[in-house]
């Protein structure tokens, strides 16, 4: 699996978007950017994920670069409940995604 | 709702003990995985499983060995805890076509070993 690169921590002010960077220059082809989250002390929770094309769902937004190199997770209104840490991951899917590695992640601290 | 659930949420052991680290899930899937989670070094991959009585080593396998008799049971076994053990272990399930997306994981049992 590629190695992903975020930034240990963020924050972001309740009521605005929250982006989130993941770097992942080595992404192969057909790898696709997954991201999850954690809240204390509760086990990760998948958010969305992506191959190429910009994705949307009920709780995020994901943007992958067209050289797919980086992304960014948006969640358009942040809200305190959305503190937790954020996880990007690259791996293929399918059955060849057997073993995927979570990194540190972010701690994305939403402020009132 | 579709669960994995971890047998203790918090756990504390002696060094030499023998541990075991429960995990079952309900969605009748066929993978299984056991992470430990450390500051500053993300969820790292222990064993996970395709299929009963089927295991794969993930990235920290040492000092660590895993049991599947049945598909919904994963267990984790630290045959002679050390202090080193001491951390957060996650249990994951998915099904067996599925990418990442398909993870769903339990809430942890936070071992300590002293």
């Known amino acids: 699996d590629a190695k992903t690169t975020q930034p240990p921590s963020m924050d972001c002010a309740e009521g605005r978007a929250a982006n989130l960077p993941c770097n992942h220059s080595?992404?192969?082809?057909?790898?696709?950017v997954y991201w999850y989250r954690q809240i204390h002390s509760q086990g990760p929770q998948y958010i969305i994920h992506g191959l190429k094309n910009n994705e949307t769902n009920e709780m995020a937004s994901l943007i992958i670069t067209e050289d797919r190199k980086s992304s960014t997770l948006i969640l358009p209104h942040a809200t305190l409940r959305d503190t937790a840490v954020y996880y990007c991951?690259?791996?293929?899917?399918?059955?060849?995604?057997?073993?995927?590695?979570f990194g540190d992640g972010t701690t994305l601290t939403v402020k009132p | 709702d579709v669960k994995v659930t971890q047998s203790s949420r918090y756990l504390v052991k002696r060094t030499g003990e023998k541990v075991f680290l429960e995990c079952v899930q309900d969605?009748?899937?066929?993978?299984m995985f056991w992470y430990r989670q450390d500051p500053g070094l993300g969820l790292r991959l222990i064993y996970f499983s395709y299929d009963v009585k089927m295991k794969e080593k993930g990235d920290i396998p040492e000092g660590y060995s895993v049991s599947r008799e049945k598909k919904e049971r994963f267990s984790l076994i630290l045959e002679s805890a050390s202090t080193n053990q001491t951390s957060m272990y996650l249990c994951a399930s998915s099904p067996l076509f599925r990418g990442v997306d398909g993870y769903t994981f339990g809430s942890g049992t936070r071992l300590t070993v002293v």
């Open positions: 080595t992404i192969s082809g057909n790898e696709y």
């Open positions: 969605m009748d899937h066929e993978n």
């Open positions: 991951i690259v791996s293929l899917t399918g059955t060849n995604a057997g073993k995927s590695t």
